[in-house]
């Protein structure tokens, strides 16, 4: 079965039972999951079972948009390479591949039926409080793993070259600063946010930081990336957390996953109508940047190379990496609100003027973020949100 052809279910029983070398007798079902905007997604099991495998297959266009924007199917080579990488030095917070198949673009998962999909989960007002914590040790474990506190010169350039995913992250750039920043037909702008985009679209100073965390985002390979770290990326159960979906990965600047997050938390944040609910939202926020400070002042402080290991410098690092990370969350939030891909927590709320009110909050306060990112630190994070709250 090594010809690619787009799975049906039955074409994803067979390389389940073929991967998985569960033999011809056992009788297993299986049906399309997928509610993503890339890729096709399978559940398949033995009847009656509720857990069993998850089947990721690349479709050769974007499945959102079409065939209309072809896409590379090797994605599903670099997101299983990418997750194998990741679940070396974090194997606890990264989902499990089991099989992978370059030709079929398809790759074989653990299945995780018993958690939830933490963008889901704070929808229905539930508080994960580990996950923040969690999060912040994966990412300090991935990132300090594959930087230069861990690889050597050659280590770490042929990581960057075995992990190069230049139309993925092409599609990044233009996602996150280039389209939101410009009437691009690609944008969804509300009609009640149009002069709010247009405001931004206007604003120069504003495109001269972006045009600076772009520029990062291209030329900045400091570590490898998950590259597209929303809390729909992150499955959460009780005291545990997998991360997956890591078809965006390569290698930029560490800023970028956690300001990714950042934003996610705080696009939440907006949707939110009680203060208790937003104060739990940037608490979140101030725990997982506490946590990954933490874990990546330990594992970097572990580093061979004797150039990198002066305290000082770690801290340096960090405090650049936090800045970037407030500008890329900026980002993430603009272009969640006028770009292509919008997130649930904002679009499903159904009070229309609650919903232009978030919006226009999440403008703002991304706005903010870029501008003043040099001059915000965690603890002021609350005061900054809550002045720019609807
Ligand atoms: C056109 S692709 C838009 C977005 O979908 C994915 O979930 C990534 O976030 C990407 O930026
Ligand atoms: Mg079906
Ligand atoms: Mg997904
Ligand atoms: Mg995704």
Same mark, same amino acid.
């Given at each position: 079965?090594?010809?690619?052809?787009?799975?049906?279910?039955?074409?994803?029983?067979?390389?389940?039972?073929?991967?998985?070398?569960?033999?011809?007798?056992?009788?297993?079902?299986?049906?399309?999951?997928?509610?993503?905007?890339?890729?096709?997604?399978?559940?398949?099991?033995?009847?009656?079972?509720?857990?069993?495998?998850?089947?990721?297959?690349?479709?050769?266009?974007?499945?959102?948009?079409?065939?209309?924007?072809?896409?590379?199917?090797?994605?599903?080579?670099?997101?299983?390479?990418?997750?194998?990488?990741?679940?070396?030095?974090?194997?606890?917070?990264?989902?499990?591949?089991?099989?992978?198949?370059?030709?079929?673009?398809?790759?074989?998962?653990?299945?995780?039926?018993?958690?939830?999909?933490?963008?889901?989960?704070?929808?229905?007002?539930?508080?994960?409080?580990?996950?923040?914590?969690?999060?912040?040790?994966?990412?300090?474990?991935?990132?300090?793993?594959?930087?230069?506190?861990?690889?050597?010169?050659?280590?770490?350039?042929?990581?960057?070259?075995?992990?190069?995913?230049?139309?993925?992250?092409?599609?990044?750039?233009?996602?996150?600063?280039?389209?939101?920043?410009?009437?691009?037909?690609?944008?969804?702008?509300?009609?009640?946010?149009?002069?709010?985009?247009?405001?931004?679209?206007?604003?120069?100073?504003?495109?001269?930081?972006?045009?600076?965390?772009?520029?990062?985002?291209?030329?900045?390979?400091?570590?490898?990336?998950?590259?597209?770290?929303?809390?729909?990326?992150?499955?959460?159960?009780?005291?545990?957390?997998?991360?997956?979906?890591?078809?965006?990965?390569?290698?930029?600047?560490?800023?970028?996953?956690?300001?990714?997050?950042?934003?996610?938390?705080?696009?939440?944040?907006?949707?939110?109508?009680?203060?208790?609910?937003?104060?739990?939202?940037?608490?979140?926020?101030?725990?997982?940047? +506490?946590?990954?400070?933490?874990?990546?002042?330990?594992?970097?402080?572990?580093?061979?190379?004797?150039?990198?290991?002066?305290?000082?410098?770690?801290?340096?690092?960090? +405090?650049?990496?936090?800045?970037?990370?407030?500008?890329?969350?900026?980002?993430?939030?603009?272009?969640?609100?006028?770009?292509?891909?919008?997130?649930?927590?904002?679009?499903?709320?159904?009070?229309?003027?609650?919903?232009?009110?978030?919006?226009?909050?999440?403008?703002?306060?991304?706005?903010?973020?870029?501008?003043?990112?040099?001059?915000?630190?965690?603890?002021?994070?609350?005061?900054?949100?809550?002045?720019?709250?609807?």
């Amino acid at each position: 079965m090594s010809q690619y052809r787009i799975f049906n279910d039955e074409d994803a029983i067979a390389y389940v039972r073929q991967a998985a070398e569960l033999g011809p007798n056992m009788v297993l079902q299986g049906e399309e999951i997928g509610d993503g905007n890339l890729n096709q997604v399978f559940k398949v099991c033995q009847p009656g079972s509720a857990k069993g495998f998850i089947v990721k297959q690349a479709l050769p266009y974007i499945r959102c948009i079409g065939e209309t924007w072809p896409l590379t199917r090797d994605r599903a080579r670099i997101e299983a390479e990418i997750l194998l990488y990741h679940g070396q030095y974090s194997p606890e917070y990264t989902v499990a591949v089991l099989h992978h198949d370059a030709a079929l673009s398809a790759i074989l998962l653990e299945d995780l039926t018993d958690y939830q999909v933490w963008r889901q989960a704070l929808l229905n007002g539930q508080h994960f409080a580990d996950a923040p914590v969690q999060l912040g040790t994966y990412l300090a474990q991935v990132h300090v793993h594959s930087s230069d506190f861990k690889l050597d010169y050659q280590g770490q350039r042929a990581a960057q070259l075995q992990f190069a995913n230049p139309e993925l992250m092409a599609i990044s750039e233009a996602v996150y600063f280039v389209d939101p920043f410009c009437d691009h037909e690609r944008n969804n702008v509300a009609p009640d946010i149009r002069s709010n985009a247009e405001q931004l679209w206007a604003d120069s100073a504003l495109k001269v930081r972006v045009a600076r965390l772009k520029h990062d985002f291209r030329c900045n390979g400091q570590a490898l990336l998950h590259g597209d770290l929303h809390t729909g990326s992150v499955m959460v159960a009780a005291g545990q957390l997998k991360v997956i979906d890591a078809e965006f990965g390569g290698y930029g600047p560490m800023g970028f996953d956690v300001g990714v997050m950042i934003a996610n938390l705080l696009l939440n944040f907006c949707s939110q109508s009680t203060v208790p609910q937003q104060l739990l939202r940037i608490k979140d926020v101030q725990v997982l940047w +506490r946590s990954y400070k933490t874990q990546f002042f330990q594992y970097a402080s572990q580093t061979a190379d004797a150039a990198l290991t002066e305290p000082e410098y770690i801290g340096a690092l960090l +405090r650049q990496v936090w800045q970037d990370a407030l500008g890329y969350a900026g980002c993430e939030m603009i272009r969640r609100t006028i770009g292509v891909a919008h997130v649930a927590d904002i679009d499903n709320m159904t009070d229309p003027n609650q919903k232009t009110a978030s919006q226009r909050q999440a403008l703002a306060l991304g706005r903010i973020l870029i501008m003043n990112a040099d001059k915000i630190d965690d603890a002021q994070l609350e005061h900054t949100a809550l002045k720019h709250s609807a």
